[in-house]
């Protein structure tokens, strides 16, 4: 490589629960530099999911890290051209790479979702999420399924 890797930036936590993991969360979810707004929408989308799940013991934060968990693929696949052919090869993800597709897909899922605000729809697709159900899940149980059928091109890993 010709160039040095570019420095990680540091984000800081988030005011309310002083948590990394939703600062990022509110940065993908941040249209047009409105972060206010976002962080609003987040912190109503938990009191929702505090809402509508009295009965679980856990904490809304801790339902909605769960939910980002059971939507956090650990394959993927990628388009490799090899002799011609396009092969479909799967790969293990990075870490920072999994928590970042599975923020945004909870995220793109959410505002497909039909509803009143954007916080209901979100709070909404947390809780399927939890459930292990809704969009998010099943683009995750999707791309496991590629990954699986594509196993035989695995030995073309990069």
């Known amino acids: 490589m010709r160039k040095a890797k570019p420095k990680k930036r540091v984000i800081l936590p988030d005011p309310v629960y002083n948590d990394q993991k939703v ?3 509110v940065n993908h979810l ?20 505090e809402e509508k799940m009295a009965k679980e013991e856990k904490s809304s934060l801790e339902i909605w890290k769960q939910a980002l ?10 388009s490799r051209r ?6 479909q090869v799967p790969t293990e993800i990075r ?5 970042s597709i599975s923020m945004k897909n909870m995220i793109l899922f959410a ?3 039909g509803g009143k ?22 683009r995750k149980e999707d791309m ?13 890993r990069f």
């Open 69 to 78: 968990d059971n939507i956090t693929p650990q394959v993927e696949v990628k």
């Open 82 to 87: 090899i002799g011609g052919a396009t092969f």
């Open 144 to 156: 496991h399924r590629m990954a699986e059928a594509n196993r035989a091109f695995a030995h073309f």
């Open 117 to 138: 605000s954007m916080a209901e729809k979100l709070a909404a697709e947390i809780a399927d999420a939890y459930n292990n159900q809704g969009g998010a899940y099943k």
């Open 23 to 25: 600062s990022k969360f």
């Open 30 to 49: 941040m249209y047009d530099g409105k972060k206010t707004t976002s962080y609003e929408i987040f912190y109503n989308a938990l009191n929702i999911v």
């Open 111 to 113: 505002r497909k979702r």
């Open 95 to 99: 870490p920072e790479r999994k928590e």
